[in-house]
């Protein structure tokens, strides 16, 4: 993020510390990475949440899987994903796309009250890598504020809308399903995943992003150049 932005999203994190309790206000103490930090000194979490739906108001979270880029490679011993239970019946589509179904989210999952306080331990004085960051921060605010009583506020990296100022950069066109995690990848010949796992696309968001960094140079790039 530039300096400006970092400097309100911190004073965000300052407010929202005010109002927090439990672990959401031992996530907000720890200060966040400065925009000067060179991005090879950053753990950056990337995240992956499915959901029922896009609406974080009213859908539920299914499924989370996050996995730790550090010095330039995905640790794999990092790698975690939970499934979430949930009461409510899951649509038939979901049940499709995702593989989920209720008698998963029933007996395997485990209850978001659980789950969440692990989310953010691993966040903590981290960066959030996503694509279509606004998805997981969306959904991870709302049940922050619902059982914390205040918003997630961290730094943020989103690969898409990397991309999407890219091809503004260069004067491509985009199409529809252009950012598309998966289209994106094959730009780069990396591997096919199956899609709509939590697990699998937080690691193929992470090897995206390696890509997009080393198609740009590799090295020398602050945080500030990437929020």
């Known amino acids: 993020m530039g300096t400006l932005r970092w400097y309100r999203k911190n004073l965000q994190r300052r407010i929202a510390l005010h109002r927090a309790n439990g672990p959401l206000q031992d996530f907000l103490i720890a200060p966040f990475p400065g925009p000067y930090t060179l991005l090879q000194d950053v753990d950056l979490v990337a995240v992956d949440i499915e959901t029922t ?3 974080p108001r009213t859908d539920s979270i299914l499924n989370i899987g ?12 990092t790698a975690w994903q939970e499934i979430i239970q949930i009461t409510n019946t899951i649509p038939e589509a979901t049940t499709v796309l995702h593989q989920i179904t209720d008698d998963q989210a029933a007996t395997v999952g485990k209850p978001l009250s ?3 306080p692990l989310v953010l331990n ?8 996503a694509h279509h960051a606004h998805i997981e921060q969306s959904f ?3 049940v922050c504020q619902r059982f914390y009583g205040a918003p997630l506020v961290i730094p943020t990296i989103d690969t898409m809308a990397l991309m999407r100022r890219y091809y503004e950069r260069i004067n491509r066109p985009i199409h529809a399903h252009d950012l598309r995690l998966f289209n994106l990848r094959k730009r780069y010949n990396l591997p096919r995943y199956r899609a709509h796992n939590a697990l699998n696309d937080a690691v193929a968001t992470a090897e995206l992003f390696l890509a997009i960094i080393a198609d740009r140079g590799g090295t020398g790039y602050r945080l500030r150049d990437f929020c």
Do not use: C, P, Q, Y
């Open 122 to 129: 691993r966040l903590k004085s981290a960066v959030l890598l």
């Open 66 to 77: 996050m996995v730790t880029v550090k010095n330039g490679g995905i640790h794999l011993d």
């Open 114 to 116: 659980e789950v969440l």
């Open 140 to 142: 991870l605010s709302i």
């Open 53 to 55: 739906g896009l609406n």
